[in-house]
């Protein structure tokens, strides 16, 4: 009889402690989401200009050409929407939506990009380039960006955090459903 009684609160401790560590796993899926969905992922990654430049969003450009350049609004933006650019130093914050960053040297240059009538004109937006016997697609996406150095032990604790109160939920659902896992015992050395 004790064994039964004992059995009925191992189970319910298990009932608490799977719908807690459930209802906290959903809550880090809707945070997941939220970040997701709102940027804040997103600006993690495309944090700080690594050069002086413009700061664009390089899916906007990708269709230019030669013949049918893109012609890009040069402005103080907030967020870079479609065909903007933003003037940004080395060290300044990106804009929002910023994905890339067409230097200033690239711009003097006048074969990919240059300034034309107050605009920003770009003409190559991704050319093949060889480097070291390798060749490869150069664009602007990705280019001058410096990453945010607390976004990856952001990503790291996120996930651990996450992974943990699975396992928990996990250990709850087996102690609701009354399955005693024995814990194997390593030995070390010869037996």
């Known amino acids: 009889m004790a064994e039964a009684v004992d059995m009925r609160k191992f189970r319910i401790r298990g009932v608490i402690k799977f719908l807690i560590w459930t209802t906290a796993s959903g809550a880090l899926i809707v945070f997941f989401w939220v970040s997701y969905f709102n940027g804040t992922i997103y600006r993690h990654y495309y944090y700080k200009a690594n050069m002086d430049g413009y700061a664009i969003n390089a899916f906007a450009i990708a269709h230019a050409t030669k013949d049918t350049p893109a012609f890009l609004k040069i ?49 190559i937006p991704k050319e093949i380039r ?6 490869f697609i150069d664009t602007f996406k990705h280019k001058g960006v410096e990453t945010n150095p607390w976004g990856a032990v952001w990503s790291v604790a996120f996930i651990l955090f996450f992974g943990a109160s699975l396992g928990l939920m996990a250990e709850g659902f087996t102690d609701m459903m009354g399955l005693k896992i024995k814990k194997i015992k390593h030995y070390e050395g010869v037996h």
């Open 130 to 135: 060889e480097a070291r016997g390798v060749r």
């Open 75 to 123: 402005g103080p933006f907030e967020s870079v929407e479609g065909l903007q650019a933003a003037p940004v130093k080395k060290g300044d914050r990106l804009p929002g939506n910023a994905t890339g960053i067409i230097s200033k040297k690239i711009v003097g240059e006048g074969k990919r990009a240059a300034l034309h009538e107050g605009t920003l004109k770009v003409m």
